[in-house]
């Protein structure tokens, strides 16, 4: 709840167009994740594996989208659903309720993200 009413203003104000973005380059990049890393976001990206094979690499794409450091447009539950996973260790099983979709739509939208 907290964290909701914390990314509130970023979408009431456009999204956060316009906000200072501090860019990765591929050298920054490759520092925070490994080759083997982006193969497992590609391979999920494409449906291929399960969620659970880049559970671990979540919390490390949450925050460079909280920081501005990568170029992503996200919806609101999108963006939610990110924080939780990602900032706040949560499950799929507590987003289900607490955004109040079903576990398969949070993990679309999770997909999406990626």
């Known amino acids: 709840s907290l964290a909701l009413s914390v990314l509130m203003p970023k979408f009431l104000q456009g999204g956060g167009e316009g906000d200072d973005k501090v860019i990765m380059s591929a050298q920054e990049l490759q520092g925070c994740f490994t080759v083997y890393d982006l193969k497992?976001?590609?391979?999920?990206?494409?449906?291929?594996?399960?969620?659970?094979?880049?559970i671990d690499?979540?919390?490390?794409?949450?925050?460079?989208?909280?920081?501005?450091?990568?170029?992503?447009?996200?919806s609101f539950t999108q963006a939610a659903a990110l924080a939780a996973v990602?900032?706040?260790?949560?499950?799929?099983?507590?987003?289900?309720?607490?955004?109040?979709?079903?576990?398969?739509?949070?993990?679309?939208?999770?997909?999406?993200?990626?």
């Open 57 to 74: 690499l979540v919390p490390t794409l949450a925050r460079l989208y909280f920081t501005n450091r990568i170029p992503l447009s996200l």
């Open 86 to 114: 990602g900032l706040q260790h949560k499950g799929v099983d507590i987003l289900e309720k607490e955004l109040k979709l079903e576990a398969r739509q949070v993990l679309a939208k999770l997909n999406k993200m990626i």
């Open 40 to 54: 497992r976001l590609e391979s999920y990206a494409a449906s291929i594996v399960d969620y659970h094979i880049i």
